[in-house]
């Protein structure tokens, strides 16, 4: 029998790039795919997977009205933000690590965008639960099957989130200016993150047979 990949998302978008621009690469294996966990162990039945492949963001139902964040309300966060101009306000001047204060200087541009990121996104109603929800179902009822999370809008926090509840690896979602680039970056990447996966699923065999 192949080894069996399981990925679980809830957008469509993102299995039919797994069907037609992952799967494809990988025909030693089998590739099973749900929106839930749940859906999942239901088509799984005497199966056991080699592999969750994860994806971290989702629907949270606890936000009862999500709603988007207006042009207006962006403008005025926006406008409170770090300007370019004030990272190389007195540079040439100052004294100590320049480089270190040059870089800390755009980092906080960089914090202040990911601080409203997850604000708007918690407004919507997506969030890390839905991934870590699935992680803690997979190590309930598979634990001895690695669990990888594939994703595209992750940031720090959530990866610390990620390894404290326990996952095996983080891999990003290759991501263009548009569903072309994206559906191309997908291809490209594909046979990077099929070898990598395989190597995660060799890894915990051996570890679990010592």
């Known amino acids: 029998m192949k080894p069996v990949i399981f990925f679980i998302d809830d957008s469509k978008f993102e299995h039919d790039l797994v069907r037609n621009e992952i799967a494809p690469f990988a025909p030693d294996c089998e590739f099973m795919q749900a929106c839930t966990f749940e859906e999942a162990r239901a088509e799984l039945g005497a199966k056991t997977p080699a592999l969750f492949l994860l994806d971290l963001w989702g629907k949270d139902d606890d936000v009862r009205e999500p709603c988007l964040t207006s042009k207006e309300e962006l403008e005025k966060k926006i406008a409170g933000f770090i300007a370019l101009e004030d990272v190389f306000k007195g540079l040439d001047n100052f004294e100590g690590d320049r480089f270190n204060e040059y870089l800390k200087r755009l980092f906080a541009i960089v914090d202040s965008w990911r601080s409203l990121f997850?604000?708007?996104?918690?407004?919507?109603?997506q969030n890390r639960k839905y991934g870590l929800y699935n992680l803690g179902q997979a190590r309930m009822h598979y634990p001895d099957v690695p669990a990888v999370f594939y994703t595209r809008k992750s940031l720090i926090n959530d990866a610390v989130a990620m390894f404290k509840a326990g996952s095996d690896g983080l891999f990003i979602k290759p991501t263009g200016p548009n569903d072309e680039e994206t559906r191309r970056?997908?291809?490209?990447?594909?046979p990077i993150l099929i070898r990598d996966l395989k190597l995660i699923i060799a890894s915990k065999s051996a570890n679990s047979s010592l």
């Open 185 to 190: 970056l997908t291809r490209e990447y594909a």
């Open 118 to 125: 997850e604000e708007v996104c918690a407004r919507i109603g």
